[in-house]
């Protein structure tokens, strides 16, 4: 049992350059997300999808490009990585479609990447 | 303000003893709250969700105050293997994950 996994999981790029994070799950949740991690600040919310083809913007999307042409994958790109996307990056996915207050959130182990 | 308030911590606790921390969070219509615990450079992973009513989870107890706007986790008789950061998330009033919001996290730490 895969679940979700990110790759890679460790990432060094130089400012400038464009890099591609993978979120891949395996049990065909309809809820992707992708949140970034810095110290000092909870969980931000950068990009989440609904379904296939259906993206939304979450708190802090600006430099970021998501893209969900199939259910289990929803990889997220830094059009030109700056110092400032240096973070820890989670992937996450959700069967909820209801307010229940059993859902849950699984999140992949995260991708931390440096842009130096 | 923030959304959603935790005390940082850390918590330092001995090994055996009770530990309690709130997280306050400011929308007033917020419908579902959760703790989920993180271990250090690793994932968070649900703990156990906020009923209205208050629940248990073993040694995990999470309570509701709507008039006051916490929750709170409370743990008791610690394990040295509880030691992590605790996360406060809150969901609002629509009916989208894309509204939950996360606290910045509580750390305890469980001595021997």
């Known amino acids: 049992d895969a679940g979700i996994t990110q790759s890679p999981r460790y990432k060094i790029t130089e400012t400038g350059r464009q890099v591609t994070l993978m979120c891949h799950q395996t049990?065909?949740?309809?809820?992707m997300f992708w949140y970034r991690q810095d110290l000092g600040h909870g969980l931000r919310l950068i990009y989440y999808?609904?379904?296939?083809?259906?993206?939304d913007k979450g708190e802090v999307p600006d430099g970021y490009v998501v893209s969900r042409s199939k259910t289990e994958n929803f990889p997220l790109t830094l059009e030109s990585a700056t110092r400032s996307q240096t973070s820890v990056y989670f992937c996450?996915?959700?069967?909820?479609?209801?307010?229940?207050?059993?859902?849950?959130?699984?999140f992949g182990e995260g991708s931390w990447l440096t842009v130096v | 303000r923030k959304e959603v308030e935790q005390d940082p911590g850390p918590f330092n606790v001995p090994e055996g003893a009770t530990v309690a921390f709130n997280c306050t969070y400011s929308?007033?219509?917020?419908?579902?709250f959760f703790w989920y615990r993180q271990d250090c450079r690793k994932e968070p992973k649900l703990l156990m969700s906020?009923?209205?009513s208050g629940n248990e989870d073993g040694r995990f107890t999470a309570q509701l105050n709507r008039a006051s706007q916490y929750i709170s986790l409370l743990i008791r008789d610690s394990k040295l293997s509880d030691s992590a950061t605790y996360l406060c998330?809150?969901?609002?009033?629509?009916?989208?994950?894309?509204?939950?919001?996360f606290g910045a996290g509580t750390q305890v730490v469980v001595t021997p």
């Open positions: 998330v809150v969901k609002g009033s629509t009916d989208s994950w894309g509204k939950l919001q």
């Open positions: 996450a996915s959700s069967e909820v479609i209801r307010d229940s207050s059993g859902n849950t959130i699984y």
């Open positions: 929308n007033s219509a917020s419908q579902s």
């Open positions: 049990w065909s949740h309809s809820y």
């Open positions: 999808s609904a379904a296939a083809d259906i993206t």
């Open positions: 906020v009923y209205s």
